[in-house]
């Protein structure tokens, strides 16, 4: 069973960044495919962005795609959301997403088979 546990959420300023970490335990961290989502009081769950598990391929949606980078470490099982010009619609609940990487399909726009219990981000204006 794969467990993913986030961190590094916090109170920010509207333009001011920070970045999420997601260790990942109990799987070959390699194989899988690692994605963001975020909830938003009120809200539906959302994709912000994916990181396949070959390949590189990163993908994002077009209210993050040049504010933040997700990116991996794979010696350190881990998966990093760098978030940087945030806005006050950013803050939300975010969840670090893990999925067998050959049998997610791509983008994982509607979630993979592992979630952590999310990290809260809030921006301030």
């Known amino acids: 069973q794969v467990q993913v546990v986030e961190s590094g959420g916090g109170l920010v300023q509207a333009g001011g960044s920070l970045r999420l970490s997601c260790v990942a335990s109990g799987g070959t961290f390699s194989s899988y495919t690692m994605g963001w989502f975020r909830q938003a009081p009120g809200k539906e769950r959302e994709f912000v962005a994916a990181?396949?598990?070959?390949?590189?391929?990163?993908y994002y949606s077009d209210s993050v795609k040049g504010r933040f980078t997700i990116s991996r470490d794979n010696a350190k099982n881990t998966v990093y959301l760098q978030m940087i010009s945030l806005k006050p619609e950013d803050t939300a609940v975010y969840y670090c997403?893990?999925?067998?990487?050959?049998?997610?399909?791509?983008?994982?726009?509607?979630?993979?088979?592992?979630w952590g219990k999310g990290t809260l981000v809030t921006v301030s204006s």
């Open positions: 997403n893990a999925g067998v990487g050959r049998r997610s399909s791509w983008p994982p726009l509607e979630g993979m088979d592992y």
């Open positions: 990181l396949r598990w070959s390949g590189g391929h990163t």
